[in-house]
């Protein structure tokens, strides 16, 4: 079996936070869906439960982190274009997220990201076939 990953981040209000990522194409899971939690799908092994501060708090002692001060984490997804970096910043944008830098042309290299409406940085690259199997 393959190794999933459960990114968890807190969210002040978990229906917008649903609304915003909704307007971005993700979709969620209604199991695991109540109003503390949902979990939102990014691919087959990849999933972001999406919190609000009263649940995430019963997973960690620590304070939960003004996201729109200070980064406790760095999502990064890839991308099957660059066309389709962009297209995924101008939806945040218009879902109400906002950018934080320019786009970043490395050659090899293509992204840009955008801020949730909690803050948590979301990079999108899109990454050129030869560069990934030259490994």
């Known amino acids: 079996m393959a190794t999933k990953i459960f990114v968890n981040l807190p969210v002040k209000d978990l229906n917008r936070s649903v ?11 209604a199991q695991f869906t109540d109003e503390t939690a ?14 609000t ?16 001060k ?3 984490v760095l999502v990064c997804l890839s991308s099957q274009s660059r ?6 910043v101008r939806k945040a944008v218009t879902a109400g997220g906002t ?3 320019e786009p970043q042309d490395h ?6 990201g955008f801020s949730d409406l909690d803050g948590h940085i979301w990079e999108i690259i899109y990454m050129e076939p030869s560069a990934i199997s030259q490994g």
């Open 70 to 72: 200070s980064t406790e």
């Open 19 to 29: 609304e915003f990522f909704t307007k971005l194409g993700f979709s969620f899971n």
């Open 107 to 112: 050659g090899f290299m293509y992204g840009h």
């Open 99 to 101: 950018t934080y830098n």
């Open 53 to 68: 501060h009263e649940k995430f708090k019963t997973f960690t002692p620590k304070e939960i982190c003004d996201a729109t």
């Open 83 to 88: 066309e389709e970096v962009d297209e995924m």
């Open 38 to 51: 949902t979990s939102m799908i990014v691919s087959d092994d990849i999933f972001v439960m999406l919190l």
